[in-house]
């Protein structure tokens, strides 16, 4: 199937059901991204909400929060099968993921102001990144906290628990050392998923919205 082809598909569904296979699809890249990047690549980073940025700003605020939930329900379920037991916290990362993306949607609502100029949008993209980052810092470093506290973090999380380490030897404490280890890689990966995001935003928006503007030039 062409891209001509998925975009005459989802031009043709009712828009409640296109919203839900544009959701499907977004959940399921996102969990793509994250095998790519951290599992194939190894990198210290999340990567788990770039498609989720693209359907805030493609679809609005209650289709990027059913993204981000469902994807942190399947992820808990995914370690309840690896641990053989369930880890709680791994549900409460959904917090993060819920401030990220309303913290997005508070300026990425006003998206059309994003189109002044290619300076204004990376100004608005790195406010975004800024202030989901700020977010995912803090309420990632008090959930990293009781984490700690009451059981072991699990590998997934190994580069913040590196960096939390460090500063615990430096005799921060540990709930400042939870929320400063989440500083560098929390903003690396805002920075990443919003630019990202927002790219794939706007490529969704010319394949699938093209055919759209051209039926209502011709009625004009």
């Given at each position: 199937m062409t891209i001509q082809n998925?975009?005459?598909?989802?031009?043709?569904?009712?828009?409640?059901?296109?919203?839900i296979v544009i959701c499907t699809a977004a959940l399921m890249l996102n969990f793509l991204s994250?095998?790519?990047?951290y599992d194939l690549l190894h990198l210290p980073l999340f990567m788990d909400t770039i498609f989720t940025v693209a359907v805030v700003f493609y679809c609005g605020l209650l289709p990027g929060l059913a993204v981000q939930v469902l994807y942190n329900i399947i992820n808990s379920l995914i370690w309840f099968a690896k641990l053989g037991r369930?880890?709680?916290f791994m549900m409460l990362y959904a917090i993060c993921g819920i401030l990220i993306v309303i913290s997005t949607w508070l300026i990425a609502r006003n998206k059309n102001e994003f189109k002044i100029?290619?300076?204004?949008?990376i100004l608005y993209l790195v406010l975004i990144a800024l202030i989901s980052s700020v977010c995912s810092v803090v309420a990632g470093g008090i959930i990293d906290y009781f984490h700690l506290k009451w059981q072991n973090i699990p590998d997934?999380?190994?580069?913040?628990?590196?960096?939390?380490?460090?500063?615990?030897?430096?005799?921060?404490?540990l709930l400042a050392s939870c929320i400063l280890a989440q500083i560098p890689i929390s903003f690396a990966d805002r920075l990443i998923a919003t630019f990202a995001g927002?790219?794939?935003?706007r490529l969704a928006e010319r394949l699938f919205d093209g055919k759209r503007q051209g039926k209502n030039n011709?009625?004009?």
């Open positions: 998925i975009s005459d598909t989802l031009y043709g569904m009712p828009k409640t059901l296109r919203t994250v095998f790519l990047f369930f880890d709680g100029s290619p300076v204004v949008t997934m999380m190994n580069p913040i628990k590196i960096f939390t380490e460090s500063f615990v030897h430096q005799h921060f404490n927002y790219g794939f935003f011709e009625r004009n």
